[in-house]
């Protein structure tokens, strides 16, 4: 795992921020055990967090202080030596003079509170603090997504990668003059289905691709059968494993005048099942 990337990608924002979910949680405190870098990054993130609360912490505004105290007083729950030794309630003012003035006119300055510039500060690293956050964020989701769109991609190249295969083996046999396309029709009781055979006429090697045909019950396999004088002789089962539209191999006829196939139990059977038959055609 790229540790760097991992940092940088926002999730410690989030754990900070109590907006991970379970399992991101879960994966961050697993690689925060084994990697200091993890656990650095997390300590430093909860440092300044605490660090921003602090700078933007308000002071209790005096009015609803003083009705506090009265309230208290009021109640007996504190009394006037307890409030003087906290101290006074108001804040304290000082007189400074402001020069020699006629009639010795001197202003009062009230003490000193916390700069408004230090809010300011406080905010605007709040701010950045959020900003980067909500990026991290969003580039995360945005990679999430893009990971995600990047393996349905492979997915469907893989398919029609699969599915071209397929149709270049077809092309090939069809382009071989020495073989003959038979092509099996679904029977009356089920029209849909449909069978091809491709059968070389000088090797006597059988192909069979399974056009339109649902895929077998569990325990159960299409068997070709060739029709010679009027017999039906197996020409093996279609492979579980192999793919419907796939040619594949059967066994080799040396002759024959129909092709038919039956669903049978796997493994097939030396006679087909005529309640089980599928598909049939002549040559």
């Known amino acids: 795992m790229d540790i760097e990337a991992y940092i940088s990608s926002g999730i410690i924002e989030l754990y900070v921020l109590g907006l991970a979910s379970e399992e991101e949680v879960s994966i961050l405190n697993c690689i925060r055990q084994n990697n200091s870098a993890v656990d650095l990054a997390i300590t430093e993130a909860?440092?300044?967090?605490?660090?921003?609360?602090?700078?933007?912490?308000?002071?209790?505004?005096?009015?609803?202080?003083?009705?506090?105290?009265?309230?208290?007083?009021?109640?007996?729950?504190?009394?006037?030596?307890?409030?003087?030794?906290?101290?006074?309630?108001?804040?304290?003012?000082?007189?400074?003079?402001?020069?020699?003035?006629?009639?010795?006119?001197?202003?009062?300055?009230?003490?000193?509170?916390?700069?408004?510039?230090t809010y300011g500060w406080a905010i605007a690293a709040s701010l950045l603090f959020v900003l980067s956050a909500g990026a991290n964020l969003f580039f995360y989701q945005q990679q999430k997504e893009n990971s995600q769109m990047l393996a349905q991609a492979n997915a469907q190249l893989d398919s029609q990668q699969a599915t071209l295969a397929v149709l270049q083996d077809k092309w090939t046999l069809v382009q071989n003059p020495a073989i003959k396309t038979i092509s099996l029709k679904g029977i009356e009781s089920k029209p849909d289905l449909h069978?091809?055979?491709?059968?070389?006429?000088?090797?006597?090697?059988?192909?069979?691709?399974?056009?339109?045909?649902?895929?077998?019950?569990?325990?159960?396999?299409?068997?070709?059968?060739?029709?010679?004088?009027?017999?039906?002789?197996?020409?093996?089962?279609?492979?579980?494993?192999?793919?419907?539209?796939?040619?594949?191999?059967?066994?080799?006829?040396?002759?024959?005048?129909?092709?038919?196939?039956?669903?049978?139990?796997?493994?097939?059977?030396?006679?087909?099942t005529l309640t089980e038959l599928c598909v049939m055609g002549s040559i």
């Open 46 to 117: 909860e440092k300044m967090l605490e660090d921003l609360a602090e700078l933007q912490a308000v002071a209790m505004p005096m009015p609803l202080k003083e009705k506090i105290w009265t309230r208290l007083k009021s109640e007996n729950l504190i009394t006037e030596d307890e409030q003087s030794d906290l101290g006074p309630i108001v804040p304290t003012v000082t007189k400074q003079p402001v020069g020699e003035l006629p009639n010795s006119i001197a202003e009062e300055k009230p003490t000193e509170m916390v700069p408004v510039r």
């Open 195 to 272: 069978a091809i055979v491709y059968w070389d006429q000088q090797s006597k090697a059988v192909f069979l691709s399974l056009e339109h045909m649902p895929l077998p019950p569990k325990g159960k396999q299409y068997q070709l059968w060739a029709m010679v004088d009027g017999k039906p002789v197996s020409a093996g089962v279609f492979p579980v494993a192999a793919k419907a539209q796939m040619a594949s191999k059967m066994l080799d006829v040396a002759k024959a005048q129909a092709f038919a196939i039956t669903l049978e139990d796997e493994g097939g059977k030396p006679a087909p």
